[in-house]
């Protein structure tokens, strides 16, 4: 099992600001970082001040923040950002949690640091972009490749092949004409990466692609032979989204 990336995904490398007071602080993220091959360390400072000038002149896609720093805390530096990076808050102080997941951090590490937890969080920021990626990609037209992680293998697949995609308890099954293919990811969060205007939530556990339906019939939708449930709450959304893609295709 695995998760869907995009073509354009695959081989990604975050490029991270470190901001620490602390030296001894910076040198032990920036180790951790190094030992990950989708990280690098594209700059590091010891101050709020210092770090707002990186990012006007830097491309940053991920902040490891340390929230106890003179003059400006990370926290109140993160709040006068109009456009953040992903930021994994780093302290030695566990209490501002809360206030730091209402700034929509990816997480919180408690020093002393453990590679488990810096990895687990690295992979969860790596994920993030991903998705946010895809979502572009998908709103700019881009390329319809995508690949399905499983392991360290990649498998390429064509989004527009794709029949339905069907929810299980912790996993989806991604079905084609003549495969499927079991990742591990929220349907949300496939959702949100897949083009709106191919794609339809027909209930809870099952996402169409719209130009596969060969009919639609009661509250059933009929893909490739397949009878389909739809919500009830649904329905009329389905009926107004088939009448429109057919308009916009002719």
Known sequence: MGEIVSKQTSNLL????????????????ANFINQ???LEVADTCTSAMKATEILKTKDID???????????????????????PLTILTTAYSEHALEGFRLNVVDY????????????????ALSIFQSRLILQNSKDGADADMYIRQGDTFQRIIWQDILFVEGMQNYLKLHFKEKTF???????SLEEMLPKDAFFRIHQSYLINTHKIDAISGGRVFID??????????????????????????
């Not at 975050?14 to 993220?29: Q, T, Y």
């Not at 400006?72 to 456009?83: C, H, M, P, V, W």
């Not at 009878?227 to 308009?247: D, F, G, H, T, W």
């Open 14 to 29: 975050l490029k991270c600001l470190i901001v620490d007071d602390e030296p001894i602080a910076i040198k032990g993220v």
């Open 36 to 38: 990950l091959d989708f």
């Open 62 to 84: 991920l902040m490891f923040l340390d929230i106890n720093m003179p003059m400006l805390s990370g926290l109140e530096f993160l709040q006068s950002l109009d456009k953040s």
């Open 109 to 124: 590490l408690v020093k002393p640091l453990e590679f488990q937890r810096f990895f687990q969080a690295a992979n969860k």
């Open 182 to 188: 079991i990742i591990h990811q929220t349907m949300t």
């Open 225 to 250: 032979g397949k009878q389909l449930p739809i919500s009830r709450y649904r329905k009329e959304a389905l009926l107004k989204a088939v009448v429109y893609i057919k308009l916009i295709s002719k």
